[in-house]
């Protein structure tokens, strides 16, 4: 087990209404310094899919900026933990992020938890938020239980309100 503190800010702006969140950034997404950066993760080819743009290709900056016109937010939800390597099923001794104070500083309508562990620890820390958040299967290729067309179809109804 190896202590990790969260290595990302939060990307959100003036005029973010959905935020996603995860667990915690991979050791991969470490390394290559953004969220989600793992070639086999598919939360990129997912918003690649559904904005009609190749955010997968993009550098940092350009998916920051992403993120942004989207009107979208991202952060994780773990602040500090203990970890082994990248999984979630590993993660205990949790501290969360302070959600209060970001949720009271932008117009974040909706909340949406990238897999299981991010849904879970979000509920329990804030009860208060759960009418705004909507549980997602992770994009992690761990979860291989859902095909890539059955995610976006999923995160394009999350996203879009298609319910």
């Known amino acids: 087990m190896q ?6 800010e939060a990307v959100i702006g003036p005029s973010s209404k959905i935020l996603i969140l995860g667990s ?5 997404s470490v390394e290559r310094g953004f969220y989600y950066m793992h070639p086999q993760n598919r939360f990129w080819k997912i ?8 955010a997968y290709a993009m550098n940092v900056e350009e998916k920051k900026n992403f993120i942004l ?8 939800v773990i602040d500090t933990c203990q970890i082994e390597k990248s ?9 969360v992020q302070n959600f209060n104070q970001l949720l009271a500083e932008y117009p974040v309508q909706k ?7 991010a849904y879970s620890l979000f509920i329990r820390y804030y009860p208060e938020y759960a009418s705004m958040a909507v549980k997602l299967p992770s994009t992690s290729s761990a ?7 059955k995610l976006v179809k999923i995160w394009k109804n999350a996203l879009f ?3």
């Open 69 to 76: 016109k989207h009107e979208l937010a991202l952060f994780d």
């Open 161 to 163: 309100d298609l319910n």
């Open 3 to 8: 202590f990790k503190k969260h290595a990302f």
């Open 87 to 95: 999984s979630d099923q590993s993660i205990c001794d949790v501290k």
């Open 111 to 117: 909340i949406l938890l990238n897999g299981q562990k």
């Open 24 to 28: 915690l950034p991979s050791i991969v």
């Open 143 to 149: 979860n291989a239980g859902y095909s890539l067309d």
């Open 47 to 54: 918003l690649s899919i559904l904005y009609s743009e190749d």
